[in-house]
C-alpha cells in the first residue's frame, strides 16, 4: 500500500486506501492558518492583475527589504523562494554528495531532495512521549556529517525545545563545521515564538528557512526564504532557476509581511483551540504530542497501530494526515491540523463516537 507522502489532496489518499469518499470532507492534514489569508491579499488581488503581463523582480529586491526591515537583519543575508520545498532542494543541490543527518521526526523534503543530490544519509530519532534531543548521543553523530537538517518546531510533533537546546545545537555545529539548517516555517504559529534568525547571518554554519505559505494561508502561491551568511546564500542561489518567484506571489509575500495584526490574532486563536483540544483529549483518553503550534500528533493508547482510527476517521470524512514515513512513529500517531473552531468541535465528537464503539 502506498500512501501520499504528504497532506493535502485527500483523493490520492482515499483511492490508495480503496475507501469511497463522503461528500463533505474536512482536511485535517493540511497545517496552515484555518483563519485564511489576510484581508489585505483579498483586497488587493484584483490590483495585481497587471503584473502578470511583466516578467517578475529576479532579484526580488522589494520582498527583500520587507523581510530585512521586519527580522532586522541585512538583505544579503536573505534569499527568497518558491517555497520552502524549493529551497530544500536548492540546500541539498548544494550539498551534493555530502554526509547528511537528519533529527527525526522531520519533514520527508528532506531525505527525499537530499538522496536526489546523492548524499549519504545518517539519523537520529527522538522518541515519543516528550521526542527529547540527546545531546550526547547526537554530538556523536555530528563529528560524521556535513551538514544536519533539525526542524523546530518540530513538524510533526508541534514540539518546540526552550532555547538552551537550540543554542547548544548550533553552537555544536559552529564548533565542528557542521552546516546546521534549521527550519522555522511554524514558528510564528507559537505564543511565544522562538527564532534564531538573527544567528544565522553572523555564522557560515547555521541556516535559518522560513515558510510564508503556511502562516498566510497562501500555499497555492509558493512563498519561503533562507537566512544565512552572505557567501553561503550566494553559493545557494547560483542553483537557482531565474525568476523563481512570480509577480503576484511577490506583491503578496510583501503584503502579507506587513500585516503584523494577523499574525497576532492568529496566535492567540490557534493557543484557544489548542488548550480546548487538548483539554478534551486528556479528558476522553487520548495522548497528545506537547505541540505549541497549529498542529499536533494524537493517539488512541488502547491501539499501537493508529490504522483502523485512521480509516473511521476517513470514512466519516475526517481526513487525518498518517505518520507512516515519519521514521521513530511509523503509524502509531496521527497528525492533526487545528482548523476552524466548528471543525475541531466536529473531531471531538467523531473521536468520542470512535471510543464508545471500541
Known amino acids: 500500500m502506498q500512501l501520499p507522502s504528504h497532506g493535502s489532496n485527500p483523493q490520492h489518499l482515499y483511492k490508495a486506501l480503496e475507501i469511497n469518499p463522503p461528500e463533505e470532507l474536512v482536511d485535517f492534514s493540511v497545517n496552515i492558518n484555518p483563519l485564511g489569508a489576510p484581508e489585505a491579499v483579498k483586497h488587493n488581488w484584483g490590483k495585481w492583475l497587471e503584473a502578470i503581463y511583466d516578467y517578475p523582480d529576479p532579484t526580488f529586491a522589494e520582498l527583500k527589504q520587507t523581510i530585512a526591515a521586519k527580522e532586522g537583519i541585512e538583505e544579503s543575508c536573505l534569499l527568497p523562494g518558491n517555497g520552502a520545498s524549493e529551497l530544500i532542494t536548492l540546500i541539498a543541490r548544494y550539498l551534493q554528495g ?57 513538524n510533526p510533533t508541534g514540539i518546540q525545545y526552550d532555547r538552551p537546546t537550540v543554542e547548544w545545537l548550533i553552537d555544536t555545529c559552529q564548533k565542528k563545521e557542521v552546516l546546521l539548517i534549521l527550519d522555522e516555517a511554524f514558528y510564528d504559529f507559537a505564543d511565544r515564538p522562538v527564532t534564531f534568525i538573527d544567528k544565522a547571518s553572523q555564522s557560515p554554519f547555521l541556516l535559518v528557512l522560513r515558510s510564508l505559505t503556511k502562516m498566510y494561508s497562501i500555499a497555492g502561491l509558493r512563498l519561503g526564504y533562507l537566512a544565512g551568511t552572505p557567501e553561503v546564500l550566494s553559493q545557494i542561489h547560483k542553483r537557482q532557476a531565474h525568476w523563481s518567484i512570480n509577480a503576484i506571489a511577490l506583491k503578496a509575500g510583501k503584503t502579507c509581511l506587513d500585516d503584523r495584526q494577523h499574525v497576532l490574532l492568529t496566535r492567540d486563536y490557534i493557543k484557544r483551540e489548542r488548550d480546548r483540544l487538548f483539554a ?4 476522553i483518553g487520548f495522548q497528545h504530542s506537547p505541540s505549541a503550534i497549529n498542529f499536533y500528533l494524537i493517539r488512541d493508547p ?57
Request: charged content about 30%.
Open 98 to 154: 555530502k554526509k547528511v543527518l537528519i533529527i527525526h521526526p522531520a519533514f520527508s523534503e528532506y531525505e527525499a531532495a537530499c538522496r536526489s543530490e546523492n548524499c549519504t544519509i545518517f539519523h537520529h530519532v527522538l522518541y515519543p512521549p516528550e521526542w527529547e534531543l540527546d545531546e550526547t548521543s547526537l554530538e556523536r553523530k555530528l563529528g560524521l556529517v556535513d551538514a544536519v537538517f533539525f526542524c523546530h518546531p518540530n
Open 280 to 283: 478534551y483529549f486528556r479528558e
Open 302 to 358: 488502547s491501539s499501537r497501530n493508529q490504522q483502523e482510527l485512521f480509516s473511521f476517521l476517513l470514512r466519516k470524512g475526517l481526513v487525518l494526515r498518517h505518520t507512516y514515513n515519519f521514521p521513530g512513529i511509523e503509524g502509531e500517531w496521527l497528525r492533526v491540523a487545528i482548523k476552524k473552531e466548528a471543525e475541531n468541535s466536529l473531531l471531538m465528537e467523531v473521536l468520542s463516537e470512535w471510543k464508545r464503539e471500541n
